[in-house]
T-cell receptor, first 114, second 112 residues
Framework: AQSVTQLDSQVPVFEEAPVELRCNYSSSVSVYLFWYVQYPNQGLQLLLKYLSGSTLVESINGFEAEFNKSQTSFHLRKPSVHISDTAEYFCAVDSGGSNYKLTFGKGTLLTVNP | DVKVTQSSRYLVKRTGEKVFLECVQDMDHENMFWYRQDPGLGLRLIYFSYDVKMKEKGDIPEGYSVSREKKERFSLILESASTNQTSMYLC???????????FGQGTRLTVV
C-alpha cells in the first residue's frame, strides 16, 4: 500500500523568506509524485509533478521539488515567497500500477505574513 | 476551459436521509474520484472509477456507494446520512495517471 506523510501541518513564514514543505512517501513500487495547491475557498489545482527523468521539477510560479528515491522524499521549495502563496499544499503519490489511485497527504498550510 | 462541476456548494441534510452528490466533467476523462476533505486529515479517497459502470473502493468506502452510468457523471450516495459524514466532498477527474487530476469546487455537506 502507498502512503504519504507531510511532516508539517502548518508553516508560517515572512514574505520574501525561503520555504520548504516536506513530503515523504512509502510505496513498494515506482511512483509518480505530485504537489497540489488549494487557495482559500477554491478547489485543488496541480502545482507540479514528477513522472520520470530529471529529479528536479519546477512550477511556473517559482516552486520546485526534488525527487529523492533513496530518502523517499519529494520536498517542495521556494527561495522567496509572496503573500499570494498563502494556501494549503498537498503532496500526492500514485503507485503507477494498473489502476490509477492517487493518495494524498494531510496537507501543509503555508501562511505568508507581511 | 476544463471543468468538473459539483451540483451543490453547500448542502444540509438530516440524519438518516439518503443523499446524492453529483459530479459532471466535460473532458471525456476515463477516471473519476470522490474524496472527502477534513481538517488535519487531508484528502481521503472514498471511491474511484476508471470506466463506465466500473468502480473500486478507496480507503474509506464504508457508508458510501457510487454510480457511474455515463462517462461524464459520477455520483456519490450516502445511503443513510450520519453526523460523522459531515465534511467537504471533492470530486476529481483525470485522463490518465500521467496527467493532472482536475477538481471540482467541492460540496460542503452538513448532516444534522
Amino acid at each position: 500500500a502507498q502512503s504519504v506523510t507531510q511532516l508539517d501541518s502548518q508553516v508560517p513564514v515572512f514574505e520574501e523568506a525561503p520555504v520548504e514543505l516536506r513530503c515523504n512517501y512509502s510505496s513498494s513500487v515506482s511512483v509518480y509524485l505530485f504537489w497540489y495547491v488549494q487557495y482559500p475557498n477554491q478547489g485543488l489545482q496541480l502545482l507540479l509533478k514528477y513522472l520520470s527523468g530529471s529529479t528536479l521539477v519546477e512550477s511556473i510560479n517559482g516552486f520546485e521539488a526534488e525527487f529523492n528515491k533513496s530518502q523517499t522524499s519529494f520536498h517542495l521549495r521556494k527561495p522567496s515567497v509572496h503573500i499570494s502563496d498563502t494556501a494549503e499544499y498537498f503532496c500526492a503519490v500514485d503507485s503507477g500500477g494498473s489502476n490509477y489511485k492517487l493518495t494524498f497527504g494531510k496537507g501543509t498550510l503555508l501562511t505568508v505574513n507581511p | 476551459d476544463v471543468k468538473v462541476t459539483q451540483s451543490s456548494r453547500y448542502l444540509v441534510k438530516r440524519t438518516g436521509e439518503k443523499v446524492f452528490l453529483e459530479c459532471v466533467q466535460d473532458m471525456d476523462h476515463e477516471n473519476m474520484f470522490w474524496y472527502r476533505q477534513d481538517p488535519g486529515l487531508g484528502l481521503r479517497l472514498i471511491y474511484f472509477s476508471y470506466d463506465v459502470k466500473m468502480k473500486e473502493k478507496g480507503d474509506i468506502p464504508e457508508g458510501y456507494s457510487v454510480s457511474r452510468e455515463k462517462k461524464e457523471r459520477f455520483s456519490l450516495i450516502l445511503e443513510s446520512a450520519s453526523t460523522n459524514q459531515t465534511s467537504m466532498y471533492l470530486c476529481a477527474s483525470s485522463l490518465d495517471k500521467y496527467t493532472e487530476a482536475f477538481f471540482g469546487q467541492g460540496t460542503r455537506l452538513t448532516v444534522v
